[in-house]
């Protein structure tokens, strides 16, 4: 089977990126992203591809190259869906928020909907992909619920899991490690198999392509963020080690690094890991595991959010420490709010959890970001709900000039590891703020040697101060 038609629910940071490089490396095929959400989609469709919801380096330009020639943005998902030959499921799955399984399963509220609305619409056989994250068997709910409409249609299920990286997105979809697509080992299954993967073929090298039944790729997508968050606790449990040894985790990261069993990425200490996904996988890992009763596999993975929970709070204070013991009323500027650099994506970032421990403490934050909006800032601090909205009002400010943010502040804390940081003329911002002048650097991005000469103190993570 040939596709000619993709529709895919859900035009967020998967769906948009993911959907234009199809679009744009497929150009014989019409490409269709639909999303409930009506002000995300006219974002999409801008004439302005600097105003696209999603900011990535270099998706502008994809979109722009293939938007209007067989790349759509609607809100019309009845429409998409029963033109489409393939659907690719690609909404949220956030952790539950109530009732069993509160704060560790994944909540499959809009995977029902979106299944539900298929089976409504379709009139004509479509092959169903899971884009989203899910826990492993997932694909049997859909199907139990695609299978019971009595309209005759036939559905199969594939799971292709995506591997983007927030910040290299476009990078990770033109040049993948690899595409996975799990799919029944039927005749029929393997047909539908066939048919994505001739679609990724016509840019990703087919020994790439990797095909599976679909459990292993639904458990395929939570083990490998399980493993990269793993990575990242492991490094930073050792830097507050370092911290107490003189030891340096920079060096240590290298040493350990240059060792082709281990190797080099994923071992640079930090203030924590953030995004939708690292944590939200892993607790759901969590929860599949205690549900079959396998409580040591549950507590390993469990260890690996607490010791990022210990690093978040660790940093926030070492900052109250440093400043005598008090921030009440200091002016504590933050550079960076997103979760890494390279996106606008703020979700589960670390700075929302040190400025909420700082607020607890009556600091005063200054809130810098290239790319975060003001109302995004205060909609992640509302979300917590530890305090009232007026309250993360008065305490918090979101500046649109990083100079601006730093002047007449106590400290600066870097929490996100944007390039541009270290660009800034640091002894302007340091002639500009109260004496002591500390720098916080939770991302190891600084040269602490060079702040220290201008007459900061300095203190970067797992590092001799
Ligand atoms: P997102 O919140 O940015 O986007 C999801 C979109 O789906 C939203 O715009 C929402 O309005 C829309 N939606 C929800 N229900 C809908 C419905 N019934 N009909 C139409 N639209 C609907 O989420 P995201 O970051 O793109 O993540 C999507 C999935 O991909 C998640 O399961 C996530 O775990 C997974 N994932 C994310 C990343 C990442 O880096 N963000 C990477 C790999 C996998």
């Known amino acids: 089977m040939k596709v000619k038609s993709i529709c895919c629910i859900g035009a967020g940071y998967v769906g948009g990126p993911t959907m234009a490089v199809i679009a744009k490396k497929c150009p014989g095929i019409k490409v269709t992203v639909v999303d409930i959400n009506e002000a995300r989609i006219a974002a999409w469709n801008d004439p302005d591809v600097n105003n696209i919801p999603v900011y990535e380096p270099g998706l502008g330009e994809v979109v722009a190259e293939s938007r209007g020639r067989n790349l759509f943005f609607s809100t019309d998902v009845d429409g998409a869906i029963d033109e489409s030959d393939m659907i690719f499921i690609s909404v949220n799955t956030p952790t539950k928020t109530y009732g069993e399984g509160k704060g560790l399963a994944a909540d499959l509220k809009w995977i029902e909907l979106c299944a539900r609305q298929i089976a409504r619409v379709a009139k004509s056989d479509k092959i169903v992909v899971e884009k989203s994250t899910l826990p492993v068997r997932t694909a049997s709910t859909i199907k139990s619920i695609l299978d019971h409409t009595g309209s005759g249609v036939s559905f199969q299920i594939l799971s292709n899991p995506e591997f983007l990286a927030e910040g290299t997105a476009v990078e990770d979809l033109m040049d993948p490690d690899r595409v996975l697509i799990g799919g029944d080992q039927t005749e029929e299954g393997l047909k539908a198999i066939q048919a994505l993967v001739d679609v990724y073929a016509q840019w990703v090298p087919r020994e790439r392509i990797l095909t599976t039944n679909v459990w292993s790729s639904e458990l395929s997508k939570l083990t490998a963020n399980a493993f990269l968050a793993q990575r990242v606790s492991s490094i930073n449990s050792l830097s507050e080690l370092c911290e107490h040894t003189e030891a340096d985790i920079n060096e240590v990261a290298r040493a350990i690094g240059s060792d082709s069993r281990i190797g080099p990425k994923f071992l640079k200490a930090s203030v924590g890991f953030g995004g939708s996904c690292f944590q939200k996988d892993i607790l759901n890992l969590v929860y599949i595991s205690r549900s079959y009763g396998l409580n040591e596999v ?122 541009v940081f270290k660009q800034y003329d640091w002894s302007k911002i340091y002639d500009n703020m109260l004496k002591p002048a500390h720098v916080f650097d939770g991302r190891n991005v600084l040269d602490a040697e060079k702040l220290r000469k201008i007459g900061f103190q300095v203190y970067s993570i797992g590092t001799p101060s």
């Open 298 to 419: 549950a507590d390993y993975w469990e260890q690996v959010i607490q010791m990022n929970d210990h690093q978040k709070r660790r940093f926030a204070k070492k900052i109250i420490r440093s400043l005598y013991n008090t921030v009440n009323g200091k002016k504590i500027a933050f550079l960076g709010w997103a979760f890494k650099k390279d996106t606008n994506d703020t979700r589960e970032s670390a700075a929302i959890y040190v400025a909420d421990h700082l607020l607890f403490e009556q600091a005063h934050v200054a809130v810098y970001d290239p790319k975060v909006k003001e109302e995004q800032v205060f909609v992640d601090m509302d979300y917590l709900n530890t305090r009232s909205s007026e309250e993360n009002r008065k305490y918090i400010d979101v500046v649109e000039d990083p100079y601006e943010a730093c002047k007449g502040a106590h400290a600066i804390a870097v929490l996100t590891e944007w390039d």
